[in-house]
């Protein structure tokens, strides 16, 4: 078989170990085939090493019902790429999302004695500073699987005749135990804000902030946004929890820079330049980071010098400064 419908096969085995075990074996044939014995051997080793049976493994992938196919347009599959040890959050961030997990982990036992369980969170904090690698690699730990829902395409499509595929996926999320991610959830705030023409627009997005108001998922709701204050009281109220995700401050980029060279020959200390990062995000952190790491290959050069860091970081700087400038205008 071909290996681009092999690797599809793979990853729509994801989550079913027998499923995933019949595929990988069938790659690992292939190479045999082709002749590849030592990449044939390597992958059988590492397969046999992995978790034998789902119930092993530490954390137990939830099965998966079929997704409505009706629903595909507006929400998607995310594939988990990063694990905890990806993202660097803040204490009180640890610990309630820490305690999310313990709970989620008996719910049933919470739920027998007449208790809910936290389900439904908001994220709140400013562009690149892990709302959405935080929901990808929460859903990880918790093995479940991650639906991100496309809220701008939603709320257009409620308008015509797609009602019944947005109560299916509402269906869909409270039978099959998953992270339901509304991403950008501004977009419905900001809705609800819009004033005169759009009152149709309103009335759709007020029944769909009731869908979520009554909806008990399985697993998780998050919604994302970068308004914190300006939410409105409404849509607050509809959340268990409300985490903030902070531009980060000297400490934590101290540790973000540890993880961004970790596997990186540095020649100096970058967490020396970590009060001069502070008000940058991390995603623009990060940016700096990368610039300064592909100096060293462009040059070819063995390893990253003080100065390739300082000409990423006055070129991000520059850009910062170009930003601002455009803002008034967008
Ligand atoms: N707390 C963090 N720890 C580690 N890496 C981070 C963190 N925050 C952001 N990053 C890096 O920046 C990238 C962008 O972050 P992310 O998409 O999670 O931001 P966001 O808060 O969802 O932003 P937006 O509001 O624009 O959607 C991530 O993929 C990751 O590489
Ligand atoms: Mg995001």
Known sequence: MARGE??????????RDEDFRAVAEQIIDEEEK????????????TLEAGPQRTQSAPKALAPLIPFPEAAADFVERIE??????????????VRVLLGLVKEFR???EIRQHGLKIRSKMLFCGPPGCGKTLCAEIFAAELGLPLFRVKLDRLISSYLGETATNIRKTFEF??????VLFFDEFDALARTRDDS???????????????????MQPKGFLIAATNLDRSLDAAIWRRFDEVLWFDKPEAAMIARFLKLKFKNVPIAFDPAR????????????????????????????????QERDFNRALRD???RRAGQARLAPII
């Open 6 to 15: 092999l690797m599809k096969k793979l990853l729509a085995s994801y989550g």
């Open 34 to 45: 082709k002749n590849n014995r030592a990449l044939a051997r390597t992958l059988r080793k």
């Open 80 to 93: 988990p790429e990063h694990n905890r040890n990806d993202i660097v959050l803040s204490a009180a961030n």
């Open 106 to 108: 008996r719910a049933d």
């Open 173 to 178: 999320a409270r039978k099959q135990p998953c």
């Open 196 to 214: 005169g023409e759009h009152n149709e627009l309103r009335r759709v997005v007020n029944s769909l902030l009731l869908f979520i108001d009554n």
């Open 273 to 304: 330049h970590s009060a001069a990062l502070e008000g940058y995000s991390f995603a623009e952190i990060e940016r700096v980071c990368t610039q300064a790491i592909k100096a060293i290959i462009i040059e070819r050069r063995k390893q990253v």
């Open 316 to 318: 991000e700087a520059r």
